[in-house]
């Protein structure tokens, strides 16, 4: 199975500084161009709940079962960095148009955000890294885990949600 098994520590170790360097760079662009600010969401326990479950099971899991596991070649499969990074430019431009055709069609009310040029040079960094997270560790969860993080921590504490809701 293409998916099945955990990332390792060595997976870890390889990925900490480019994690590391894409959250700095994230926030600078972020930061710098407002469209992440510090706003902490004012949600019950219950709903931060159901926001972190479903942002794990819809926008981290399936979203990169779909834009990873899909696309891109399985490092068991030993095919050439060539190929690699055709099939990873491929998933992540698939990756990026995905989000203002989801504005457009069945998410209307991310209709500004998903269009925004700040938003979607942050999803093409992020779709980056989990791209190399998956085809570095094999594994779904390292790249599942990395987009959910993100995207927790921007609808919980850098004002995500209220993008959302105005």
């Known amino acids: 199975m293409k998916c099945a098994y955990p990332a390792s520590p060595a997976n870890l170790r390889i990925l900490g500084l480019p994690l590391i360097g894409l959250t700095s760079l994230l926030l600078i662009i972020g930061f710098q161009s407002n469209f992440l600010k510090i706003h902490i969401l004012q949600k019950s326990w219950e709903e931060v ?5 479903f942002s794990f099971f819809i926008l981290g899991l399936s979203e990169e079962l779909f834009f990873r596991v899909i696309f891109l070649p399985h490092p068991n499969e030993k095919v050439s960095i060539k190929t690699q990074f055709i099939w990873g430019i491929i998933a992540l431009t698939v990756f990026i ?5 989801q ?4 998410n209307p ?4 955000v998903f269009l925004e040029p ?6 093409c960094l992020l779709g980056a890294i989990c791209t190399i997270a998956y085809l570095i560790s094999g594994s ?4 599942a885990i990395i987009h ?7 609808i919980i ?3 995500g949600f209220a993008k959302f809701s105005h």
């Not at 709940?49 to 479950?53: T, V």
């Not at 779904?140 to 790249?143: C, D």
């Not at 959910?148 to 921007?154: D, E, K, Q, R, T």
């Open 148 to 154: 959910w993080l993100a995207v927790i921590i921007w």
């Open 109 to 112: 009310s991310g209709h500004e």
């Open 157 to 159: 504490l850098l004002g």
């Open 118 to 123: 700040t938003f979607l040079i942050l999803a």
């Open 49 to 53: 709940i159901k926001i972190i479950a």
């Open 140 to 143: 779904i969860w390292l790249p």
């Open 103 to 106: 504005g457009l069609t069945w």
């Open 97 to 101: 148009i995905y989000h203002p055709l």
